[in-house]
């Protein structure tokens, strides 16, 4: 199972990669370059973090038989559904992920979105980063709209003094409303 597991994160890595290569390659706006940069990086992030995670646990669960079968279909039961195991769960994640990205693009036409960001108390420090990079200064307080950030999972760091800081993540993806709203607490 992990071997079949690992081959479809391969196979979508190399597809990801030649599509990156293609929108490149069509591509004669800087913007639309850095941006798409940052989109295909995200779903390759997605891809490795699910082969890691694959890998640890496989090696906690071993080779139990109950992890071989990748799903069973009920017969006749309704009151029984499909089951997956809990080792291809990140695999299908980053799979359903791609699917969702790709489809957003093409729906939206775009590889940008505004994020909203706000906080209680307002006028906290905003950084963004991506995920295994460092935070960047936004040069943004709450309440402010950060514009045409490239489609890719944010999180984003809220700083205010007298209060703790506060990390939040954003996936445009899975959230419909790109809206980061926190509550920051006194030290």
């Known amino acids: 199972m992990v071997a079949v597991l690992s081959r479809s994160i391969q196979e979508s890595l190399t597809a990801l990669q030649a599509r990156a290569t293609r929108f490149r390659a069509l591509s004669t706006d800087p913007q639309q370059s850095s941006a798409s940069q940052i989109f295909f990086d995200d779903l390759r992030t997605s891809y490795n973090e699910a082969a890691s995670n694959l890998y640890e646990t496989a090696a906690s669960y071993g080779a139990r038989s109950d992890l071989i079968l990748i799903h069973s279909v009920s017969q006749g039961n309704p009151a029984l559904t499909e089951h997956y195991p809990a080792i291809s769960q990140g695999v299908l994640r980053a799979l359903e992920h791609n699917e969702i990205a790709y489809t957003m693009v093409a729906v939206g036409q775009s590889l940008f979105f505004d994020l909203d960001l706000s906080s209680m108390p307002p006028r906290a420090a905003t950084a963004l980063k991506r995920r295994g990079d460092a ?38 993806f899975s959230e419909p409303n790109h809206v980061v709203n926190v509550v920051l607490k006194k030290q």
């Open 135 to 172: 935070f960047k200064d936004s040069g943004r307080v709450t309440d402010c709209t950060v514009k045409s950030l490239p489609l890719a999972i944010w999180i984003i760091r809220f700083q205010k003094q007298g209060y703790i800081p506060a990390e939040r993540e954003h996936d445009p």
